[in-house]
Structures are given as C-alpha cells and as structure tokens.
C-alpha cells in the first residue's frame, strides 16, 4: 500500500503516547511526544546528532532534563561514513530519520505522572505496532516477513538474554511453533547484538547493555542468506538496546557487567526502511518519501530542454521531457508509478521509440534536432545497454534526492557549509550531488530551486524548514557558483599533477594525491579517473582507498558510549537546578556558590591564588553566546573577591571562571555578584548596533542579505554576511545613515518573549545559524519597526543610547561571505576627531585651500606619475632581462608567478620591472630580489584579483625581511623590503614563493 509519510511519522507518535500513558495509569500530565532536537549535537562528541537517545543523555544518567520518564520522537539524524553507498544500496542514507520510544528508570514515577518501562512492555509494543492492522493504530506487515535478535552471549554463551528470547517465544508462539519458532529468533554475538558493539570484552566502560532488533524478510529478489549473514534480503526495521548494565575492568579484556539499579529502554527505527516496507519500494531512495523531490529534479532536466533548447545531448534530460510531455495528457496519478520512478528499462525503451518526427506531443526543439540531423545521442548506438545505462542515472538521481534533503535539514538546524566540522562535510554533500547533476546534464546551479518541495513534504513536521527556506535556498545557491569555479582550479591542479607524473615517464596517477584533490577541491574520483582515461592514465585505486579509509577512520570519533560523559559538569546537573539569569534586569545581584570546579574536579573550598569555575545558583553575569562575549567582574564575600575573567554558557548553566583573589571561597557561601557595568554597556551599545547594522544592509544591498556570524564585544562589533562582491563606498555611507538616523530617533528597544512560530508570524527574524528553545526573546528596535530579531543577548533600552556608530572596515571572509567592523558610542566619536585631525594636517602639508585637498592630492600624484615615466627611460632595465624572467615563470592555480634574483637593481628599477611584466592584466605575482654592496632589496606585487584570495604582499614580505636582517612591509597589493644581509637573499625568495603557492592552492 502506498502510505502518507506525515500520517505514518504521526501514528508512531500517537500509539506510544498511548501506550505509555495507559502503562502509567492514564494520568501523565501532557503528551510524550517530544519534537526532534537539533541536528547539531548538544556537545563535541559527534559532528551531527546520529541517533534519537542524543537529546535524552542527561535523562538516561538520572537527570530528567525532560521531565519525564518515557517519551516518543522522530529524530533528525546525520551520519556519514557511509556516504559512497548512498544510491547504491537499497537503505543508505546521509540525513533519515529515526523513531524512537524510550524509557528512563524501569518502574520508576516522572514527575509527569509518566512510568518507566523495561523488556516486556517494549518488546510488545513494537511488535504490535508494526503488525496490528491499520484501522487498529498499526502499520499491518505481514508476520510472515518479520524476525527477530537476541544477545547470544559470548563465545560460551554467557550472558545469553533468555529474558528477551522468552517474551518473544510469547509472543511469536502465537503464530508458530516448534522448529518454526525458534527459526524466527536468531542469537548473535556482542557485535551485533549488544551496545555499545563489543563491549563485554572490549570496552569502554560505563552503562552499556544487549539488543533486540527485528528484521523484515524483503524477499527472494534480494539473494539468499539470512539475519545472521547480515545480507540486503534481511532488513532491520527497529532496534530495542536494552540499558541495564554498568561495565567496568580492563579496556581491551573481559569486563565486569554490573546490573543498574535504573534499567532505560531505547529504540529506534529507520523511518525511511518503514516507508520502504509500506510503499512496496524497490530501496528506501525509491519511496514515497522522495517522489516529489525526484519528480522535481526531472522537471528541471526537462526544462533545460523545452525552454531553452539546451542539454539535447544528454540522456536524462531526453528522456525527463518525453516523461514530462507524456505526462501533459495522461492522468497525473502516473507520477506515482514506480516503474517510471525507477525509470524502468522497458518503459524508457517504449517512450524513447516515439522519437520520431510525426509524434505530435514531442516538443518542437527534439523535432527539429532530429530533422537537421544534428542529435548525436547515445541511445542511437545499437549496442547500448538501456539497463546498464539507466541504472547509473537511478543512483546519480537517488544520490541527488538524498543529498539535497540532507543539506537543507542540516542548513535549517544552522549548520552552514564551510571549510571545517560538520560544515565542511555539509559542503562536500552539496559538491557531490552538483557533480552528480552535471553529469546528468545540468551546467549550472540547479540544487537550490529543489528546496522548496522539501520544505513543502516536510514542513508542517519540521517548521524550521519554513522558517528558514529562503536563506536555505540562497546559500545553497552561493555554494553551487562558488564550486563551479572551485571545480575549475581543481581540473588546474589535477593537470599539474598529470603534467608530473608524465614526466617521471609513468602511466599511472598515485592515490593519495588525487584524494587530496577530492579533500580539498571536492573533484571526485569519477572526475578524476575521466581525465585520466582521456589521456591513456590509469589511478592507483589502492592508494585512493587508503587515503580514504584513513580520513573515514579519523572522521569517526570515539564510540558512541561518550554521549554518557561523566564528570563535574554531570554531576553539578544532576544535582541542581540550571542557573537562573538576572542580567537583563541588573548587573548586581546576591547568589549562592552551588559548585566549584578545579582542573576538572568538584572542590568544597578554594583559597587565594586558586584558578576556577564557579557556578551559582543564579546570576547577572551574561554567557558567552549568540555571537556575545562573556561578562567580566567579581563576586565577593566577606572579605573574599574572585576576579571573574569569563563567563560561559552551558546547558543553561553559567560557568564564571577566573581567580581568587584574596580570601577563601567554600561551596554555599553567598556572594555578592558584580559585573563590570562599563564593559557591559560598550558590549550593549555594540549589540544594539548589530541589529540595527543588519537591518539597513537588507534595505541597502536586499533580503539576499543572510547573516554568517558574529562577534560582539567591548571594543566592536564583527558581523559576516552573504554578499557576492565588495560594498562601494555609497553604500557604506548608506548603511552607516541609516543606523545612525535610527540612533537619533531614540526610540524604546522592546522585548518580548513568545513561541518561535509566533515570533515568525509577528515578522521577527531569525538569525540564520542560531539554535532557538522552546521561548524566544524577540527585540524590536528603530522607528516603524525597522529591526525585528529573535536575540538572548543585553541590549540598551532606547536606540539613542548607542550614540554614534561608524564602519571602520568591510573586507572579505570567504568566497560569497563579507565581513564588516564597526563601532559605536565614544570609540566611533574619537575616530572621527582622529580623521579630522589627519585631514587638518593633510591641508596644512599640501597647502591646499579648503575643501580642495583631492584636487591637490590628485595634482601631486601625477607629478609623482611623472616622476616615475622619467626615471624608467633613464632605468638599467632590458628588454633582454625582462624576457629572462618570463621565460623562467611559472603557472600556479591558474595566476602567473614571476620570480627573479637580480644583481645590482635599483628600488625605482624594480618598480619598473614589475610594471612591464605585469602589462597584459592577468591574475599574475611578481617577486624580485636584488643584491648589492652590504644590502638586499625585495618587492612583491599581486593583481587585485589575488588580494580577494586572501593574498596580502604586506605580510609574506614581512617575513622575508628578516632573512636578509632588515624590515618592512606594505598593502595587501605591493610591498618592499630592505636588509643587510644579501646573502639570505635566495632563503628569502623561496620562502616567499612557499608562501604565494600555500595561499593560492587553498583559496
């Protein structure tokens, strides 16, 4: 049967909720139905949240941060180890989400009115969801299909969990007996049926406990083999771990199973396998969970071809719009037919044999190719393999659906592409399934105009999605062009690689520098191994294995057991209360010490001298969060003062750090708590700004304008945003009128706290990246509502209180992003009165009349210009010398590198000599060195277009002069140095070389 995913994720929820409500007596105050927590883990121990129990750590160690002791999720989930079988396989995914029941304390009362639950109660409820008929609540499978996994002990067969095979005999015996019974129960071992894997006799330590899975027999089409054999037959639909051990002893070696006083249940199930199961579908990428999304994409290819006439050559995009033109005139409902889904061999054979000139529902433009004689298609050659053929363009498709759901949950839970973490791998992901989209035909940005049917299916159970769809949308966009280029310097710097091993005389390309490529340009291996096939080249597959085994292997991070980490921080939450925040009505208030912690250990006491972190019961001190510093200040009692250099935020616990400064300082004393208000107001006044800041560059540059980060402290303010090119100087002064008018409007900064879904429908804005709770705070500042966000930090109460506010630098931060410093209040006055000065003292040295001082200037540098032209005609330069060094350039990521070692040339002749070499205005470096009686001289141009790759001559001759014992410096654009010690002249050029060749093979 086809199945509603929304209906099935909502029935799963509705018939726990149920049961375990009816388990605790029918009186849980409230639903057990938890939302999905973020895609970003709680803590550093995994890049993504990969499994449903992320989000209930705390209340699994005792803690019931949720409180209550049973709940049902669906849960966002990423992981990617395995992300080369994505397509391939019929269950592979990146993103996919997970059901999940859970129980925190067997027979133990929430304060919910919700109770724990153990064995017997899970093992039931799971099968009866999975095989109670629809009309009752379940999912009707086929019983038949359905086996299921014990813990079969170790090697001995201790430690077997008859427990588990007991109530399954139970309940299975209802529906065979004898041999037939005991073949649906399999024991396997503690890799497969116990977690965390391996650890009786393998550690690590800690709470750990065996498995129940149960598997759905997919049939005789998918081989031979069964549950044991772990073959694709055989599919885990639902996993029950059983949490009712503590391990401890020697890590490798047999460990000790001590039985838990508090037994936890945790389940979780594949929702994608589940819909799978339901939909009849050939592979999890084939069901109805991805449908619209692969209609979609073929929607686009068909486009290419009905609208603008391109991509004839390319087979998907033939046959996406014969399907398409079919489609005009048969019944929408074929959408969902799954032998086209599939793009079924015999189908494509059928529709592709009406390519003739008299069908009359072919498109003009496929007429007209075909009449001219001009369509050169594959699937002309009588050899082709349709099967074959097809089967690549499923997975590329699958691949594509996959990915692109992938990116936009992660992008919508704020995390964004970038060159490290989570992001980075975010952003191999969207490289991926662009290559996968060219080769199916598409040349250009095509992923981002997919978001909004994600966001359509999955929207009302996810409504991050919609409120983040749009900076979604553009920033994958960002991301494609900016891989369009990226892929073209890496095809660049696999020439180059190419080019070296030609010259060694060999035919084969070494691994691990063609898995760099994919690391650090993204080219895959597919791209790679089509460039070498061109040139009679092969790859050395081992070494690309290896390469890649090896980053998988250092991807993975420790074993799963480390969600339940143990250590102070634990033990302060599982014993108190988070810390309550005064800060936004005080900077002064009185607060008991709760805890102290020193080098990662609790302390009853601490004295004089003593570095730590205290946490107290509430606080003014603000947090470290959402782009905002940390508060600074004391806290003082008696005649004790602990100087508090930070504070952080964790859990909604505050941590203030720092030193005693005299006195002691004992667990439940009561502090006076100061923050240093000065500070706290420049903070404030720069927060303020931000808002504002941000809002004028959506009015002067447009809502494109998303932000991608910030910083907000005493001195200034920092705020990354997407742009695609630098901001002039007018709308500088744009940006900076706006903010500045809304300042001396003065208007009240208002606050409210509300739901996020009502914040969104009062218009606020969500800054893009952000997590947010259950409450948002929403601050609305300037006249007619001109900034409205969703923020937790301080701000002034009226906008006047800023007083004045200036940029003081716009630069680039990454391909697509600019980043922009300012500041506000007594700084922004003290740096006008500073260029006032300058510029006082510019008419006093130019002597210019008022108000001419750029004509003056203009004046001079002509007479500079002038200067220059005189002394080349008069200069030693040769045509001869100037062809040396051209001869002797090299090509780096596609920017020409002219470097020279000269005797006896003069600063002004260098000058000149790298004003002829770089005459034609391509993307070129000119670096030159000259030796002469007791000194060296050293000079260093970029072309402009290099400066906004993050080159800058001021900084690697910087370091070039002291090798030859002098100084100096200069723009990012050109720079010269002097020294007295020619003879590190040579030391000096190659470091500069290392340096431009660093920098423009990682921009």
Same mark, same amino acid.
């Given at each position: ?735 900076? *009128? %706006? ?5 001396? $409007?003065? &208007?009240?900064? /208002?606050?409210? #706290?509300?739901?996020? @879904? ?122 001869? *010398? %100037? ?5 002797? $350039?090299? &090509?780096?990521? /596609?920017?020409? #590198?002219?470097?020279? @070692? ?102």
């Amino acid at each position: 049967m086809k199945v509603d995913p929304n209906e099935l994720r909502q029935r799963f929820l509705d018939f726990f909720d149920a049961r375990m409500k009816e388990h605790a007596g029918g009186n849980v105050e409230g639903s057990l139905k938890l939302p999905s927590s973020s895609l970003q883990p709680p803590d550093k121990s995994t890049l993504f949240t990969s499994a449903g129990m992320h989000q209930f750590k705390d209340d699994f160690t005792g803690n019931l941060v949720h409180g209550t002791r049973a709940a049902a999720t669906v849960q966002k989930c990423m992981r990617t180890p395995d992300l080369e079988n994505v397509g391939k396989t019929a269950r592979h995914h990146t993103f996919f989400e997970m059901l999940g029941f859970f129980s925190f304390g067997d027979g133990l009362d929430g304060p919910n009115g919700s109770k724990g639950f153990f064995k017997k109660e899970a093992i039931r409820w799971i099968w009866d969801f999975y095989t109670l008929p629809w009309e009752q609540g379940g999912c009707g499978l086929d019983t038949s299909k359905l086996y299921v996994s014990v813990y079969g002990g170790d090697e001995n067969g201790e430690g077997k969990d008859e427990e588990a095979a007991n109530l399954w005999r139970e309940i299975l015996g209802k529906h065979w007996s004898g041999d037939e019974l005991e073949k649906r129960i399999f024991w396997l071992g503690e890799h497969d049926n116990f977690w965390p894997a391996g650890a009786p006799s393998e550690g690590p330590n800690g709470v750990c406990g065996p498995c129940s899975e149960i598997f759905y027999d997919l049939g005789e089409a998918y081989g031979e083999g069964d549950v044991e054999t772990n073959g694709d037959r055989f599919m885990e639909i639902g996993n029950i771990v059983f949490t009712q051990y503590e391990r401890s002893g020697l890590i490798p070696g047999k460990g000790t199973l001590t039985p838990l006083p508090s037994k936890n249940i945790d389940f979780g199930g594949g929702f994608e396998r589940l819909v799978m199961v339901l939909d009849g579908a050939a592979t999890t990428l084939d069901c109805g969970l991805f449908e619209a999304i692969r209609w979609k994409l073929r929607d686009l290819a068909a486009s290419l071809v009905l609208e603008d006439g391109h991509a004839l050559d390319s087979f998907y995009c033939t046959v996406s719009t014969v399907f398409h033109v079919q489609f005009q005139s048969e019944e929408s409902a074929l959408r969902s037919d799954q032998d086209l889904i599939a793009l079924d061999t015999e189908r494509v054979s059928n529709l592709m044999a009406s390519l003739t000139e008299t069908n009359s529902k072919l498109p003009d433009v496929l007429r007209s190719a075909l009449r001219a004689g001009s369509f050169k298609s594959p699937w002309f050659d009588e050899d082709l393999n349709y099967g074959e053929w097809l089967s690549e363009l499923r997975v590329r498709e699958k691949r594509i659906g996959d990915h692109i759901r992938a990116v936009t949950f992660s992008m919508s839970d704020g995390i964004l592409p970038s060159n490290e973490g989570a992001g980075y791998v975010i952003r191999r992901i969207i490289r991926r399934a662009f290559r996968d989209g060219s080769a199916l035909g598409f040349d250009g940005p095509f992923l981002h105009k997919l978001v909004p049917v994600i966001v359509e299916h999955y929207g009302d159970a996810y409504p991050e999605l919609k409120r983040n769809t749009s900076a979604v949308t553009a920033t994958i966009k960002q991301e494609e062009e900016q891989f369009s280029s990226t892929l073209e310097r890496g095809l660049q710097l696999l020439t180059g690689l190419i080019q070296e091993v030609e010259a060694k005389g060999e035919r084969v390309l070494p691994g691990k520098p063609a898995f760099d490529l994919y690391q650090s340009q993204g080219l895959p291996r597919e791209v790679v191994q089509d460039e070498l096939a061109a040139k009679d080249m092969s790859l050395d597959q081992v070494g690309y294995d290896e390469a890649e085994a090896a980053h998988r292997e250092a991807s993975k991070g420790g074993k799963a057991a480390v969600v339940f980490e143990k250590g102070w921080f634990q033990e302060v939450k599982g014993k108190y209360a988070p810390t309550e925040f005064l800060g936004y009505e005080s900077c002064d208030a009185t607060a008991k010490v709760v805890a102290i912690a020193r080098d990662g250990e609790l302390f009853d006491i601490i004295e004089a001298g003593d570095s730590a972190t205290i946490v107290l019961d509430r606080t003014p001190f603000y947090g470290e969060s959402g782009g905002q510093v940390g508060d600074r200040g004391s806290l003082q009692h008696d005649e004790s003062t602990f100087e508090v250099a930070d504070t952080q935020k964790r859990d909604d616990y505050f941590l203030h750090e720092g030193k005693l400064l005299h006195g002691k300082l004992r667990v439940g004393d009561e502090v006076t708590a100061r923050v240093d208000g000065v500070r706290r107001d420049r903070i404030r006044s720069n927060h303020s700004a931000t808002h504002l800041m941000h809002a004028a560059l959506r009015t002067v540059l447009g809502d494109h304008v998303v932000q991608r980060g910030s910083e907000v402290g005493p001195d200034r303010l920092r705020f990354d945003f997407s742009h695609p090119k630098a901001l002039t100087f007018d709308e500088r002064q744009q940006i900076e *009128k %706006l903010v500045n008018e809304q300042i001396q $409007a003065n &208007t009240d900064v /208002g606050t409210q #706290v509300m739901a996020p @879904e009502d914040a969104q429908k009062a218009g606020a804005m969500a800054l893009f990246g952000e997590k947010y709770g259950d409450k948002v705070r929403v601050l609305s500042m300037g006249r007619d509502g001109f900034s409205k966000e969703l923020c937790g930090g301080t701000h002034v109460g009226h906008t006047g209180d800023i007083g004045y506010f200036r940029i003081i630098n716009e630069s680039s931060s990454s391909a697509g992003v600019r980043r922009i410093e300012a500041i506000t209040g007594t700084d922004a006055y003290n740096l006008a009165a500073e260029e006032a000065r300058t510029l006082a003292e510019l008419h006093g040295l130019t002597k210019a009349q008022p108000g001419k001082i750029v004509e003056k200037v203009q004046s001079l540098i002509k007479e500079v210009k002038d200067l220059k032209s005189s002394a080349k005609k008069g200069s030693s330069v040769d045509a001869g *010398k %100037l062809d040396a060094i051209r001869k002797k $350039a090299e &090509t780096i990521s /596609g920017v020409t #590198v002219y470097v020279a @070692e000269l005797d006896g040339v003069e600063a002004p002749d260098l000058l000149t000599i790298k004003d002829a070499l770089g005459q034609d205005g391509a993307p070129s470096a000119v670096l030159l060195g000259s030796r002469g009686e007791g000194r060296a001289l050293l000079l260093l141009s970029f072309t402009k277009d290099l400066t906004g790759r993050g080159l800058h001559a001021g900084k690697i001759v910087g370091e070039m002069a002291r090798l030859v014992g002098g100084g100096g410096g200069g723009k990012p654009e050109i720079a010269q140095a002097g020294g007295k010690n020619p003879e590190g002249l040579s030391q000096a050029l190659t470091t500069g070389l290392n340096r431009i060749r660093e920098a423009l093979e990682k921009a």
